[in-house]
């Protein structure tokens, strides 16, 4: 789906149309100043750029935002060892950025297992990029669609597999490479299916995470999002 808007707006009004309904999302914008880190947060950021400071403090704020909207006071998200987001007993979220977006999704635990958001820029991905990051499979798919169309498929593949990477990361404690997953598109709904290449976790091989994305405002967004009463994911 493509929503006609600009900037945060966009990003914003383009991630709640991929989850359901019981989850809060927020945007920011991560040139724009936001209140600094919480104390138990700026550990981790200690040595990082300026860049990557706004970019982490812009995400905090989004999940600060989205910690509002469930009705949850202000709380410390701070990164794990393995770098994730360590989230309050109770809740259940994902957190991206982009250079002009940052995205926060969050729910309480229950029904929903677990969340996965990316948001990355509208533009090409590298073409040096793609061995990299699609599949044997996934590039002969791309292979006669013209360079522009082939780079900006390729993007939305990249970003599937991200929110695919963070969904599953909670529930299986694996790090993954990019060819554990296959993207394989739904035309009609606007949907996705992330296939596990091989057994990851309780993943078995075969096994589908389901997703969905957009473009809003310049932006690539997508979705996952994985509930517990089938065992299995639903967009």
């Given amino acids: 789906m493509t929503v006609a808007l ?3 707006a966009a990003a914003l ?3 709640r149309s991929l989850f359901p309904p019981e989850v809060a999302v927020a945007a920011t914008d991560p040139r724009a100043a936001h209140p600094a880190p919480l104390p138990e947060e700026a ?3 200690g040595r990082w750029a300026l860049v990557r400071l706004r970019e982490f403090a812009a995400g905090r704020a989004a999940v600060r935002i989205a910690m509002a909207e469930l009705g949850v006071p202000p709380c410390p998200v701070p990164m794990g060892a393995d770098r994730a987001p360590v989230w309050p ?7 991206s950025h982009s250079r002009t977006a940052c995205l926060a999704a969050l729910t309480r635990a229950g029904d929903i297992r677990a969340l996965g958001v990316d948001v990355e820029e ?5 073409p040096t990029l793609e061995e990299t990051i699609l599949t044997a499979a996934e590039r002969d798919r791309l292979r006669n669609l013209p360079p ?17 990477y963070k969904c599953q990361y909670p529930v299986s404690r694996t790090l993954l490479d990019f060819d554990a997953f296959e993207i394989l598109f739904d035309a009609a709904n606007g949907g996705f299916s992330a296939i596990f ?4 976790g309780p993943f078995p091989r075969g096994a589908a995470l389901t997703g969905r994305h957009a473009v809003a405002g310049g932006l690539i967004i997508t979705s996952v999002t994985l509930r517990r009463e089938t065992g299995g994911p639903t967009g």
Avoid: C, H, N, Y
């Fill in 13 to 15: 009004a383009g991630a």
């Fill in 6 to 8: 600009d900037g945060t």
């Fill in 148 to 164: 522009m169309q082939r780079g900006r498929r390729a993007k939305l593949i990249f970003s599937a597999k991200e929110s695919a």
């Fill in 43 to 45: 550990d981790a950021a």
């Fill in 197 to 200: 290449r091989r057994a990851v």
């Fill in 122 to 126: 509208d533009t090409p991905l590298e």
């Fill in 89 to 95: 007993e109770g809740l259940v979220g994902s957190i």
